[in-house]
T-cell receptor, first 113, second 116 residues
Framework: DTEVTQTPKHLVMGMTNKKSLKCEQH?????MYWYKQKAKKPPELMFVYSYEKLSINESVPSRFSPECPNSSLLNLHLHALQPEDSALYLC????????????FGPGTRLTVL | AQTVTQSQPEMSVQEAETVTLSCTYDTSESDYYLFWYKQPPSRQMILVIRQEAYKQQNATENRFSVNFQKAAKSFSLKISDSQLGDAAMYFCAYRSAAPGAQKLVFGQGTRLTINP
């Protein structure tokens, strides 16, 4: 089973709202990733967690705050976002961050008004 | 830094025909991994095929196969007997095999249309 789940599927929020995106995998993977994808563009890496520790932050603005409560769960907390943050947010996981294939979830379509 | 180039923004093929999507990459490393991912309108990125650079044999997965030319830094994807469900955006991606390497480098994508 190579399933990564993400909730919600769609999210609309105002610039003053606080919301969270959730990602879950039950494959025993120890690395989890957040990507941002704008329309007709490839995904852009935002964060990597390896063994529940943040290992990469691709200079992402602090209005995006990742959290990895346990090895199966990854959250992305959103606060004071801008309209240009509207995008598809993809979560991925891999067995080990450096060796294995990344498997992606279906994404959350975020719209910031 | 590594780069991945997909020179065909759009391709189309008749159902049941064969189509080849191009991908070239630039790296100074000798050990790495290459991937093709498919992203249909449902948005989920689905792994199509993976190739380890140290393997000379081209990877195959059912109707999908690659032509990996390491010296030319080329990694094309061939889809045989195209089906309507193959319609999607296809991304070529590179990842270093160096210890601690975690980043996938994506090409800009090729949108594939299947004509019935």
């Amino acid at each position: 089973d190579t399933e990564v789940t993400q909730t919600p599927k769609h999210l609309v929020m105002g610039m003053t709202n606080k919301k969270s995106l959730k990602c879950e995998q039950h494959m025993g993977h120890r690395a989890m990733y957040w990507y941002k994808q704008k329309a007709k563009k490839p995904p852009e890496l935002m964060f990597v967690y390896s063994y529940e520790k943040l290992s990469i932050n691709e200079s992402v603005p602090s209005r995006f705050s990742p959290e990895c409560p346990n090895s199966s769960l990854l959250n992305l907390h959103l606060h004071a976002l801008q309209p240009e943050d509207s995008a598809l947010y993809l979560c991925a996981s891999s067995q080990d961050s450096s060796l294995d294939t990344q498997y992606f979830g279906p994404g959350t379509r975020l719209t910031v008004l | 830094a590594q780069t991945v180039t997909q020179s065909q923004p759009e391709m189309s093929v008749q159902e049941a025909e064969t189509v080849t999507l191009s991908c070239t990459y630039d790296t100074s490393e000798s050990d790495y991994y290459l991937f093709w991912y498919k992203q249909p309108p449902s948005r989920q990125m689905i792994l199509v095929i993976r190739q380890e650079a140290y393997k000379q044999q081209n990877a195959t997965e059912n109707r999908f196969s690659v032509n990996f030319q390491k010296a030319a830094k080329s990694f094309s994807l061939k889809i045989s007997d195209s089906q309507l469900g193959d319609a999607a955006m296809y991304f070529c991606a590179y990842r270093s095999a160096a210890p601690g390497a975690q980043k996938l480098v994506f090409g800009q994508g090729t949108r594939l249309t299947i004509n019935p």
